[in-house]
T-cell receptor, first 111, second 113 residues
Framework: EDQVTQSPEALRLQEGESSSLNCSYT??????LFWYRQDPGKGPEFLFT???AGEEKEKERLKATLTKKESFLHITAPKPEDSATYLC????????????FGGGTRLMVKP | NAGVTQTPKFQVLKTGQSMTLQCAQD?????MYWYRQDPGMGLRLIYY???????DKGEVPNGYNVSRLNKREFSLRLESAAPSQTSVYFC????????????FGPGTRLTVL
């Protein structure tokens, strides 16, 4: 059974304090790993897709990396507007169209 | 482009009532999905439609039915609502198969009393 575990569940940072969010996964043949951002009362907003170990992608203050067992979302010098829940999802080789989501990390950045 | 739209935004039902959640996308996507999101459970797939004319069960299909009305629209029906179906429901779509990105709608918050 495919499993995705995100840690920590919640993270409080001061503005400018860099940190990383973790997504550990167990799947039968990873086809893709997805990061989404979700603001309160809104739908998930796509950030990145990673396909193979060693791959990295960046967008503004966010950088996503992938190994064979986990992915990290690094946040450099965060701002209060980065406060949101960050979701990780995997698509397995035998899962067809289905994504398996982790429980998310709620990030709060204080000014 | 409006992207993925969902109606209604909020709904309160009594146990045993029925309702249909509507979803539409204007991105000419082939695949559409219905998820529910519950605290501590993450997003779980209810049903999906890989292409017009096809539907398949996801992880938690019991108590729900779906209709892929045309390429743009995918509805989710609760025939006899139960308190356990209190949740936030999200519709998503993607262009086609493989690892294309799923794009989500704004959600419907449903409460069943």
């Amino acid at each position: 059974e495919d499993q995705v575990t995100q840690s920590p569940e919640a993270l409080r940072l001061q503005e400018g304090e860099s940190s990383s969010l973790n997504c550990s996964y167990t799947v039968s043949g990873l086809r893709g790993l997805f990061w989404y951002r979700q603001d309160p009362g809104k739908g998930p907003e796509f950030l990145f897709t990673l396909y193979s170990a060693g791959e990295e992608k960046e967008k503004e203050r966010l950088k996503a990396t992938l190994t064979k067992k986990e992915s990290f979302l690094h946040i450099t010098a965060p701002k209060p507007e980065d406060s949101a829940t960050y979701l990780c999802a995997v698509q397995a080789g035998n899962a067809g169209n289905m994504l398996t989501f982790g429980g998310g990390t709620r990030l709060m950045v204080k000014p | 482009n409006a992207g993925v739209t969902q109606t209604p935004k909020f709904q309160v039902l009594k146990t045993g009532q029925s309702m249909t959640l509507q979803c539409a996308q204007d991105m000419n996507h082939n695949s559409m999905y219905w998820y529910r999101q519950d605290p501590g459970m993450g997003l779980r797939l209810i049903y999906y439609s890989a292409s017009e004319g096809t539907t398949d069960k996801g992880e938690v299909p019991n108590g729900y039915n779906v209709s892929r009305l045309n390429k743009r629209e995918f509805s989710l029906r609760l025939e006899s609502a139960a308190p356990s179906q209190t949740s936030v429901y999200f519709c998503a779509s993607k262009l086609q198969g493989g690892t294309d990105t799923q794009y989500f709608g704004p959600g419907t918050r449903l409460t069943v009393l």
